[in-house]
């Protein structure tokens, strides 16, 4: 049976998933779509030449009987409320990263997802579907460097529109590594402090950029994350994990090593869409594969609340520059590790 999808929101990263399931991905076709703009929506469906209706309201698209599934990719502080109104008709809903732009707004989905009794919503945080974290992971847990005690990540963009706010560093940005450092650690965090480098000449007046964030877990490791979204020269991400026994490193991105005009070297990626083009397949994948064998795996609605509690701390962190308390309190039953 092909799963029938709504997707609400088709811009960047919105299209690049109606292209991975019309193109790349088995088992689904996308039925309707919307967007608050209602031009982007009809181009939508014309480039993709998806046989589709445009809603132009998000909540008939939820309602509309022929979507069995739906896909939000809207902006940030509108993902709490389609995610609310697609587990109220118990719906399972595909929610691009943060699933809430608070703790509080991750908290109500939490509880409106246990009041329903079964599992509706996976998060969009890929990096635990990426060949390279996942061989990472399995460094760490097979004991091949002991017992990690550091870890030194960068998270590095281009450049970013003038929209961008020094709190997105944390919500819209870090987000990513506070999903998938827990994951990688099977930890969590307890504190958090935001320290801020000289800023560099290329961010905007009102942006503090880069920005290292200073994170403990409960366990004891410490981990220094930069975050540089106007480094001009590529999308760059890092994790280096120190152990008792050895270091590793999350591999590069795969590319040719050329010899040529009296230089060696490799590409750098600039777009983040290439960087983790396979395990945002996969995530999909698994998402449409979850809905048909009836237990969605993948990251969860509590795993969305986890990081955003810490990143409601490191928010917090960047006013008071002080080092911020991390509690997020039981994990509930419904979500087993
Ligand atoms: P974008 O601005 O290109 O697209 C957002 C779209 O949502 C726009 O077309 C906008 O018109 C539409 N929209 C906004 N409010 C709406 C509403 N109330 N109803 C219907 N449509 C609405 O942004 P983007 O880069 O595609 O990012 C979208 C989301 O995806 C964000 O939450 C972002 O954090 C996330 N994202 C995740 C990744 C990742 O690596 N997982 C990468 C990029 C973006
Ligand atoms: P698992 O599903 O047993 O989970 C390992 C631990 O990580 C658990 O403690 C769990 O609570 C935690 N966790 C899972 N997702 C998390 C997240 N997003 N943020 C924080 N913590 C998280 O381990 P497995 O099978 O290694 O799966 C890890 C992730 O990879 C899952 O999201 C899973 O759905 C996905 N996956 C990917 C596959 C692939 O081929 N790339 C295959 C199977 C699973
Ligand atoms: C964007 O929304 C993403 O999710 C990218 O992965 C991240 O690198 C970028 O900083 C965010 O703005």
Same mark, same amino acid.
């Given at each position: ?17 109606? %292209? ?54 809207? #902006? ?37 997802? =246990? ?49 961008? @706010? @020094?709190?997105?560093?944390? @919500? ?9 450092? %827990? #994951? ?9 402090? +935001?320290? *801020? !480098? ?42 280096? +994990? +120190? ?7 999350? &591999?590069? !991105? $795969?590319?040719?090593?050329? %010899? ?11 777009? #983040?869409?290439?960087? *983790? ?9 698994? *998402? =449409? ?9 993948? !990251?969860?609605? #509590?795993?969305?609340?986890?990081? $955003? ?26 979500? &087993?590790?």
């Amino acid at each position: 049976m092909t799963l029938q999808i709504g997707v609400i929101g088709t811009g960047a990263i919105g299209q690049d998933h109606i %292209r991975r399931i019309t193109q790349a991905l088995s088992g689904a076709r996308v039925v309707a779509v919307n967007d608050i703009n209602p031009q982007q929506a009809r181009d939508t469906v014309a480039r993709y030449q998806l046989d589709a209706i445009v809603h132009t309201d998000a909540h008939t698209l939820v309602a509309d009987p022929a979507v069995q599934a739906l896909l939000v990719t809207s #902006w940030g502080p509108t993902h709490e409320e389609f995610v609310l109104a697609a587990i109220a008709k118990g719906k399972p809903v595909f929610c691009e990263k943060p699933l809430a732009v608070t703790a509080e707004g991750c908290r109500r989905i939490v509880d409106a997802e =246990i009041a329903h009794g079964k599992r509706l919503v996976q998060v969009g945080f890929m990096r635990p579907y990426d060949a390279g974290y996942r061989a990472l992971k399995d460094v760490i847990t097979n004991g091949h460097i002991g017992a990690p005690l550091m870890l030194h990540c960068a998270h590095r963009n281009p450049s970013v529109g003038d929209s961008y @706010t @020094t709190p997105m560093a944390i @919500t819209d940005t870090l987000i990513h590594e506070l999903d998938v450092l %827990r #994951w990688l650690l099977d930890d969590d965090y307890v504190s958090a402090q +935001v320290v *801020f !480098p000289r800023k560099s000449s290329h961010a905007s007046s009102h942006l503090a950029d880069p920005q290292i964030v200073l994170l403990e877990t409960t366990r004891g490791v410490r981990i220094d994350v930069e975050i540089f979204v106007n480094c001009q020269y590529g999308y760059d991400i890092q994790c280096s +994990v +120190v152990g008792e026994t050895g270091i590793a490193n999350l &591999p590069e !991105p $795969a590319s040719v090593l050329l %010899r040529s005009e009296a230089r060696l070297g490799t590409t750098i990626l600039t777009d #983040w869409k290439q960087r *983790f083009i396979d395990a945002y397949d996969v995530e999909l994948q698994g *998402f =449409i594969n979850g809905i048909r064998d009836g237990a969605l795996t993948g !990251p969860s609605a #509590w795993d969305g609340y986890a990081a $955003a509690v810490a990143a409601d701390a490191c928010v917090k962190a960047q006013e008071t520059r002080q080092v911020e308390a991390i509690s997020m309190g039981a994990r509930p039953a419904f979500y &087993p590790r």
